[in-house]
């Protein structure tokens, strides 16, 4: 996976690029705010399921999202 800088930036650019709130992310996920927050601030990071869920709602492919 990406360094936890690079994985923040890509989820912040990404949600608003989409025009979302952390809070319509983090919904449309399945999590709180705050822990979406933990993510884009690089404090912890999601497991598979909720990458596959952020892949899907913010529209990044799967590859860029885990670094591969």
């Known amino acids: 996976m990406k360094t936890k ?3 923040s930036v890509l989820l912040i650019k990404s949600r608003q690029s989409k025009r979302m709130t952390q809070q319509q992310v983090a ?3 399945g999590v709180s705010q705050s822990a979406y927050n933990y993510w884009e601030s690089g404090k912890h990071y999601p497991n ?3 990458i596959y869920n952020l892949t899907r709602v913010l529209s990044i492919p799967i590859d860029e999202m885990i670094g591969t």
Do not use: G, P
């Open 27 to 29: 919904s449309a996920v």
């Open 48 to 50: 598979a399921q909720k």
């Open 5 to 7: 800088h690079l994985f």
